[in-house]
């Protein structure tokens, strides 16, 4: 009888008390915006899929690395230029802790391109790619292209935009910054680092970042060129 009646008091205490949430499954707070999911970016396969068919625009292939054979053709579609290559890092421009004399012998205090306000660019900090410089087997002058264009650089799985910041051997192709590599996941180092293959560098025709400097805006206008290119628009 005892326990009956501490069952019925213990049952009308439940009834009289105040509800309150269950803490077993607590709402979920909204999440910040940079936790949620990219659902509109532009994936890598998504502009690969763009890309299965190559129509040379160069005059001929160059090479990945000097003494190499000449495999690697430019090819071209209406909005954008691309090649699949290697990647070499480029050091060059303004000095600074992992880019300087002394961490590569072959470092240029110097770039292709400048900045808005006439500086020459950081590879530590912006990513940029490398063009060769004009020749009889391509000419980017001549294809939409430029100091301060749009590029996608891909590398397994993974996309990283960038700027058109320097230029290269003329009879050489694939290399990007210090920090494009090192977004890539690419190691980044000026003499052990790149890799042998498997980068794709997308440059989207008669676009420009303003100011140059600024890799926010690359992503920005990387990310617009990307969905439209992708989109077919």
């Not at 954008?80 to 004399?101: E, Q």
């Not at 293959?197 to 805006?217: E, M, N, R």
């Amino acid at each position: 009888m005892r326990v009956q009646l501490l069952a019925l008091a213990a049952a009308g205490a439940a009834l009289l008390a105040p509800a309150t949430p269950s803490t077993a499954h607590p709402p979920k707070e909204p999440r910040s915006r940079q936790e949620r999911p990219a659902e509109d970016a532009v994936q890598a396969a998504d502009l690969l899929a763009k890309l299965r068919d190559c129509t040379p625009v160069s005059s001929g292939r160059y090479r990945t690395d000097a003494g190499r054979p000449r495999t690697i053709p430019v090819c071209g579609t209406r909005d954008a230029v691309f090649w699949t290559a290697d990647m070499d890092i480029d050091c060059d421009g303004r000095p600074g802790r992992r880019c300087n004399r002394r961490a590569d012998p072959y470092f240029a205090a110097s770039t292709a391109f400048q900045t808005s306000d006439g500086r020459h660019l950081n590879a530590e900090r912006l990513p940029y790619v490398v063009v060769p410089v004009p020749s009889r087997i391509w000419d980017y002058r001549e294809h939409g292209v430029r100091g301060g264009s749009v590029a996608a650089v891909i590398h397994r799985g993974r996309v990283q935009y960038a700027v058109v910041g320097d230029t290269g051997p003329r009879e050489v192709i694939g290399e990007a910054s210090y920090a494009a590599a090192r977004a890539l996941g690419i190691p980044p180092d000026p003499l052990s680092g790149g890799t042998d293959s498997g980068v794709t560098y997308i440059i989207f025709k008669d676009s420009q970042v303003s100011p140059l400097g600024s890799h926010a805006a690359a992503v920005a206008e990387g990310e617009r060129l990307a969905r439209r290119f992708v989109d077919g628009g």
